[in-house]
């Protein structure tokens, strides 16, 4: 691409060369081919003139389009399916007569969209296992390792570690369900004509209703789908690219909820992504190091999330059969959802294999909180040695309060267990009380919630689609 025109940052930064080549001119006209010689092989089985000469010379000239003498047609005519229909007549002369016969240019242009669509949902349904197994992996390795919870982001019980990674592992699970669910519920166009009544194909059929519709399932079969749409205008019906962009943004949902964690888990630091050797993180403060991995995740979500609006507006304003205000919003705003979506699952994959956990920090932490949630147990005990509940209640709100005020107002450590350990009314000690402060007794069901979670929902995932596993990503930073 020349430095002196636009270059999208899709391509230079952002979605990978496998996303960028489901969505280039190459695979859309060889889509078309495909579909041109779909048409031609159903409409011979079901009776029309032609010949199996003329369908070997459409496919072996399948795939070397001629790009110039399509351009120069397309010059000329200023209608693209024309211009290609011509330069496709060229290479097979024989088969020139039959190229489009009975078609209108949705049939090429309409069908070849809900290809791609599922060709992109299945490199980002391959993406979203991988982040799924990365993360799942994340989760079982620190299953066990306490945190400090946090509520409103205010210090809250302790779960772990791995338990907070299945919060971010259940977003992506149900986005597979939705993606698989999409996927499987895909329909083609198929062929019908310029109000979708397939009067053409009635015609050509000499009024065979049969014919027309085995048509339709004979494409549809050639082409790898279940069926076509039974009814439509011109176009498919354009809600199916809400229902598709809506998946992507449920995936942007769940990549930005994990990316906003990491960013004030990377503040706290307790867990980090991941930073190269030689990685800048800024220009100005030599000691910083930024999550701009996480920040460019959320960025590209927010793109995604708002661009699924696109295909709202568009299905909800296409009048009767067919107008042509979806066409430059729609090759726009649902080729990019996929390339911004593919970025971010690609960042996603990169940052969750890589997370640099910090222990230490993690412990050091929840330790500075935890005499303040044991304060019920220390409480208890008293009781049953004979204290009144209410009197000892009293005594640990006021020391509370005061222990919070020297963390607060002093900058010092928490000194409540001291305060309660010196205070006769406990009957306890220091000694007896840091017994009971151990992180692991705080965790409730965490570290099996994690186990049940991974080995009952998740890994049967991951089983199911295996052959999906293992992928290389590699981001631009």
């Not at 998946?247 to 990377?266: G, H, T, V, W």
């Not at 570290?447 to 080995?455: I, K, R, S, V, Y």
Request: hydrophobic residues 40%; aromatic residues 8%.
């Amino acid at each position: 691409m020349p430095d002196n025109v636009y270059n999208s940052p899709f391509n230079s930064r952002y979605a990978s060369k496998e996303m960028q080549y489901i969505y280039s001119p190459d695979f859309k006209f060889k889509t078309w081919r495909k579909l041109w010689i779909a048409l031609a092989e159903a409409e011979k089985e079901l009776g029309l003139n032609i010949t199996d000469e003329q369908i070997a010379e459409m496919k072996a000239h399948a795939d070397d389009i001629n790009y110039d003498t399509a351009r120069a047609y397309e010059k000329k005519f200023r209608h693209d399916v024309m211009s290609h229909v011509h330069a496709y007549g060229e290479q097979c002369p024989k088969a020139k007569g039959v190229i489009h016969l009975g078609a209108t240019s949705c049939y090429v242009g309409d069908n070849t969209d809900i290809i791609t669509m599922r060709e992109a949902l299945l490199l980002i349904k391959k993406k979203l296992v991988n982040a799924i197994s990365s993360v799942a992996k994340f989760a079982g390795e620190y299953k066990d390792m306490p945190c400090l919870g946090f509520t409103h982001f205010q210090p809250a019980q302790p779960t772990t570690v791995g338990k907070r990674a299945t919060l971010w592992l259940m977003d992506l699970v149900l986005d597979y369900d939705e993606i698989c669910h999409t996927i499987d519920t895909l329909m083609l166009l198929g062929s019908k004509g310029t109000t979708g009544t397939q009067a053409s194909f009635l015609e050509l059929f000499d009024g065979d209703h049969e014919k027309c519709k085995a048509l339709d399932k004979k494409i549809a079969e050639k082409m790898g789908f279940k069926s076509c749409f039974p009814v439509s205008g011109q176009t498919y019906a354009r809600k199916l690219d809400t229902i598709v962009c809506n998946c992507l943004a449920l995936i942007a949902q769940s990549c930005c909820k994990f990316s906003n964690d990491l960013r004030l888990l990377q503040n706290l630091r307790e867990v980090e992504e991941p930073f190269e050797k030689n990685q800048i993180g800024s220009s100005a403060m030599a000691y910083k190091r930024n999550p701009m991995r996480s920040e460019r995740i959320a960025s590209l979500s927010r793109y995604v999330m708002v661009d699924a609006l696109n295909p709202v507006w568009t299905a909800s304003a296409q009048w009767f059969e067919r107008t042509l205000d979806d066409s430059a919003n729609k090759r726009v705003s649902v080729a990019e959802a996929f390339l911004a979506t593919d970025g971010i699952l690609d960042l996603y994959i990169n940052i969750t294999s890589g997370l640099i956990v910090y222990p230490k920090i993690i412990e050091s932490r929840l330790m500075n909180e935890l005499p303040f949630m044991a304060t019920e147990n220390i409480m208890m005990d008293a009781v049953k040695k004979g204290g009144d509940r209410q009197e000892l209640h009293e005594k640990i709100r006021q020391y509370s309060m005061e222990a919070s005020q020297v963390v607060k107002a002093q900058g010092g450590k928490n000194d409540l267990v001291d305060r309660i350990a010196a205070d006769p009314a406990f009957m306890t000690t220091k000694e007896k009380i840091l017994e009971v402060l151990k992180p692991e007794n705080f965790v409730g069901r965490a570290p099996e919630q994690t186990a049940d979670f991974l080995e009952e929902v998740v890994n049967p995932i991951l089983e199911k689609e295996k052959d999906l596993l293992g992928i290389d990503v590699e981001i631009s930073v």
